[in-house]
Structure formats: structure tokens, C-alpha cells
């Protein structure tokens, strides 16, 4: 999806470059944040609903990145004007990182579950 993001996005080959050094750090520590979280909320759902451990983080996976994610993408870009190509790409991006997490933390569950 790099090349179609980068169209919708106006960027060349050349404008994404280089960077900031703090930039990957950053990235990765935001990274670690939402899994951090999705461990969490998905460990609250399997308590709460029950069910397998796994099919629990994908649920949960989705619904947050449905409700907190894709609306908020939705609504900032909205404001900022940009495209809705632009808009699905990052929201698509976005499920499958998520998605990709859930299925980590699914497949490795707490210890005692």
C-alpha cells in the first residue's frame, strides 16, 4: 500500500526520507502502547465474556479500532481535508497492524488462562 499511500498523500520518493532521528523511536514506543493496551482490554473481554482467548483479542482488536481509531482518523481528516482515499488507506493500515497484534496476543494468552 507504500505507493498508493504515497500518491494520495502527495509524497515522492524523496519526501519520505530521512526524518527526524526520534522518529522510529517513537514509533516503535507508540507501537508498544497498543499492544500494551489491546493486551490489556482483550485480557478485560475474555474475563468478562468468556469464550477462546484468541477470538477475544481479534473481536477486541476490531471493536477498538472501529470506535477509537477509524472514527477518530475519520473525523481529524475530515477537518484537515483530506481525501478519503487517503483516509481508507491509513484506516486500512491501521486494522490490519492492529489485527496483526490481536492474532500475537491471541495466540500467546496470560499464563493461567
Known sequence: ???????AAGHTDESVRGGPPWLYPVVILASFVTAWVLAGSTYLAHEFYGGGYLVNALVTGAILWLGFTAARLLVHDLF????????????????ITILVMALILGVWPPAGL
Open 1 to 7: 500500500m507504500g505507493r498508493q499511500w504515497m500518491a
Open 80 to 95: 484537515d481535508t483530506r481525501t478519503l482515499r487517503l483516509t481508507a488507506i491509513n484506516a486500512l493500515h491501521e486494522l
